[in-house]
């Protein structure tokens, strides 16, 4: 047997026999954030490179910063960063209107009347919105979301299950795929662990989505460009023992389970949710961090379950 494929078997063994549960959230401390066999649950740091990352990479920007889109305080009079709502069965389930209704779940969802939007009331940019029923368990994502209500698209997911959006749908996000199990967020740093992907943008992207993604959201066709759900890793040599303490537990996140490529917008940009506990300077050093530092994870047969 040749010894480059012995190896190969032997390193998928190793990176999918202990994949980790991610931290649920404070508030709903009874419901996962989707099963460990999940792949968002699943470290990558063992699987091999594409053979085209230096292609990919370059693409996106090998000499742009990494930057953490999520922090403390206010910018341009909203939160830094995509907000959630944790709800229970005392919120009303309301109707939505949808302008993507035949890719978008019928709901009711349980909007709370002070929902959280993202860049706050007044923001015109992506405006998602994410609620956690916590006696259900299940999650609700919303994109565009305008008071009456009325949005973009939306989507439902049982926290319990590894269940995927039908081929060709997208979700609130521009991939299909939910946007909760992406988020950094302050509880699991505060923890000293986050223990699961990160979600991420690209500047410009391929009209092709790969697993987990179920959606693209681009017209062009160069191989040379990141598809939806294509997965990328922090090296492991890459040196991170100076970065301040919230910055090193993002970069350690990075480098063993990477993250996933969920919408276009600014390249290298990683999302999280705002929280009072982010030291905004500290998640400003992850700017040192160029996209040379990341390479594409050959993700051949990384499947839920």
Known sequence: ??????????????AFAAPATAAPLPQAPNC???PATNVWNKP????????????????????????????????????????????DSSTSPSTVAFDYADESDAGPYPIP?????????????????????KGSCKLYELFDLWPGWSAGSGAIWDLGT????????????AAGVPILPGLARYSEVAAGTIDHALRFTVRK??????????????????????PMGLRLRLKGSYPIDTFPPQARVVLRALKRYGMIVADNGSSWYISGAPDAGW?????????????????????KGLRNG
Not at 1 to 12: D, K, Y
Not at 291 to 299: D, E, P, Q
Request: glycine share 10%; no cysteine; net charge positive.
């Open 1 to 14: 047997m040749p010894l480059r494929r012995t190896g190969f078997g032997l390193l998928a063994v190793l």
């Open 32 to 34: 996962p954030i989707f």
């Open 44 to 87: 990558v740091n063992r699987l091999p490179v594409a053979s085209n990352s230096a292609t990919i990479v370059r693409s996106i920007g090998a000499t742009l910063d990494l930057h953490a889109d999520f922090g403390s305080g206010l910018w341009n009079g909203g939160p830094i960063g995509i907000p959630f709502d944790v709800v």
């Open 113 to 133: 009347s002070n929902v959280h939007i993202e860049g706050g009331p007044n923001a015109t940019g992506d405006r998602h919105a994410i609620l956690v029923d």
């Open 162 to 173: 590894n269940a995927l959006r039908p081929a060709g749908w997208t979700s609130a996000d």
């Open 205 to 226: 992207s391929r009209r092709f989505y790969v697993y987990p993604a179920r959606h693209y959201a681009s017209p062009y066709a160069s191989t040379s460009l990141p």
């Open 279 to 299: 030291d905004n300077d500290q998640l400003h050093t992850l700017g040192r961090v160029k996209g040379t530092a990341f390479v594409v994870v050959n993700t």
